[in-house]
């Protein structure tokens, strides 16, 4: 049996998180179901590079989940739609897992479109992370009912398992983490914030660490613009590279939060990693997704709108999320994920209902499938692709430029030659016009004069 998993392949590497866990947690619900390793094979395809002989050849289709759907600048909605019709075409069982909202403000025809996505026969089950009723003037006429999941990325835990708890060993102070993303994160999502208005927030909260001696260090989730941007926020400010911390790969990402005992979010997924690692954080509102995961987790007051996300208020905050020694993740919110994936498969591959593992079973096995270097090079290879296309945006944007300003160099050298011309032309009217002046003086200088004599003759005669 081939399964195919479908899901963002990026830089920021939350997205990439998700492919982990999901197909991690799809394997131990393979193994509830009674298959062995050999009786099937999973493999992925990133949603915007879509293969078609690779999906035609699959028997079942799962989208693994993330912010999938919605009319956003992630640009998945086509993809979505060519990848079902293909299903649809060829009779491919497909699950839509742990969707995320992202602005999921629809006109008519945008709506009717994607309802007509979710209504091809091929589409089997739908679980969303956030919210179902954001899904529901969707999924009118589906015929299955949308149930509420977590994202995968919670079960990082269980993953990452040895290398966490080598992290924790090794702490020697408390500290905080403070996100950086890119400062176009906020327009694209319709926000006011700049990286200027970014960099003056976090100026003004290191100050306050510093009077309060809370040690800090900064991080990003691994986006080429995120790092930049972080490098340009710390310049501003005066942080020392010490305090930064750029991750290439998933794995240092995880590693990264372990080391932190509260995390000031701003990527949604650096929160979800904190709670996967009881490690308790807040974030700013820059997008409707995040006060819903907060919510989903029991604490909305941790999902700080940007209008009140001043250093102070921030300040109290951290203070209190350091006082919270208690934090950790549900158990039961782990499971709404595995329970869908489960039931689900079994409804739809036809296996007889086994009794489902429980959380210890499940997150026993989770711990046995570690993240290895295989993912590691996956993520090596996406950052390097993805640097080589900010690299190559750079320089076609450059020879442009050049190009432009070759042909503002031959137009301004045509503007001076004709200048030059006009300038002789001028300075021959110029000499024209100073003799037909000195010509007419001559003329009103001395033509009464001569008419005078002319007159006084006459008169005299």
Not at 79 to 94: L, M
Not at 118 to 141: H, I, N, Q, Y
Not at 389 to 410: G, V
Request: some cysteine; glycine content about 6%.
């Amino acid at each position: 049996m081939k399964i195919l998993t479908i899901s963002f392949f990026d830089d920021n590497f939350g997205d990439m998180l998700i492919r982990i866990c999901f197909d991690r947690l799809l394997t131990v619900a393979m193994k509830n179901l009674g298959y062995s390793d050999g009786d099937y094979v999973i493999d992925n395809m990133h949603i915007k590079e879509i293969d078609e002989e690779k999906i035609a050849s699959a028997d079942l289709i799962l989208f693994s989940g993330g912010a999938m759907f919605g009319f956003n600048n992630l640009g998945s909605f086509d993809a979505i739609d060519a990848i079902t019709a293909i299903a649809e075409k060829k009779g491919i069982p497909v699950v839509f897992s742990s969707l995320g909202i992202n602005n999921m403000h629809a006109d008519e025809e945008s709506g009717a479109r994607l309802n007509a996505i979710l209504t091809r026969k091929c589409v089997r089950a739908m679980s969303v992370r956030e919210s179902v009723d954001a899904f529901t003037p969707f999924t009118e006429g589906c015929g299955f009912e949308v149930v509420s999941v977590c994202d995968p990325a919670v079960w990082t835990k269980h993953i990452y398992r040895n290398e966490i708890m080598e992290i924790k060993r090794a702490k020697k102070r408390r500290t905080v983490g403070l996100n950086v993303v890119r400062g176009g994160l906020f327009k694209a999502n319709g926000k006011k914030w700049t990286l200027d208005d970014e960099a003056a927030y976090f100026k003004g909260l290191v100050k306050l660490f510093d009077e309060k001696g809370i040690d800090y260090r900064f991080f990003t989730n691994g986006s080429v613009l995120d790092n930049n941007s972080m490098a340009y926020i710390a310049k501003q400010i005066g942080v020392s590279d010490d305090k930064l911390i750029s991750p290439d790969s998933t794995r240092e990402v995880v590693r990264a939060i372990a080391g932190f005992d509260t995390v000031l979010a701003i990527r949604m997924h650096s929160a979800i990693i904190s709670y996967a690692l009881d490690i308790p954080s807040l974030d700013i509102v820059w997008n409707e997704k995040i006060p819903y995961f907060y919510k989903n987790i029991g604490y909305p007051d941790r999902a700080l709108e940007m209008e009140f996300c001043t250093p102070e208020v921030v300040l109290r905050m951290t203070q209190d999320l350091l006082d919270d020694r208690g934090f950790k993740a549900d158990e039961s919110y782990l499971m709404s994920l595995y329970d869908f994936l489960y039931k689900t498969l079994g409804t739809i591959l036809k296996k007889p209902a086994n009794s489902a593992y429980s959380f210890a079973d499940v997150s026993h096995l989770m711990s046995m499938q570690e993240s290895g270097i295989t993912d590691d090079v996956t993520d090596y290879r996406t950052k390097i692709r993805r640097g080589r296309y900010c690299y190559q945006t750079l320089f076609s944007s450059d020879m442009e430029r050049r190009a432009q300003i070759r042909s503002l160099k031959k137009e301004v050298k045509e503007m001076k030659k004709l200048a030059d011309e006009y300038k002789e032309k001028y300075e021959e009217l110029a000499a024209q016009t100073e003799e037909d002046r000195k010509k007419l003086f001559r003329i009103n200088h001395f033509f009464p004069v001569r008419v005078y004599h002319k007159l006084f003759k006459r008169k005299k005669k």
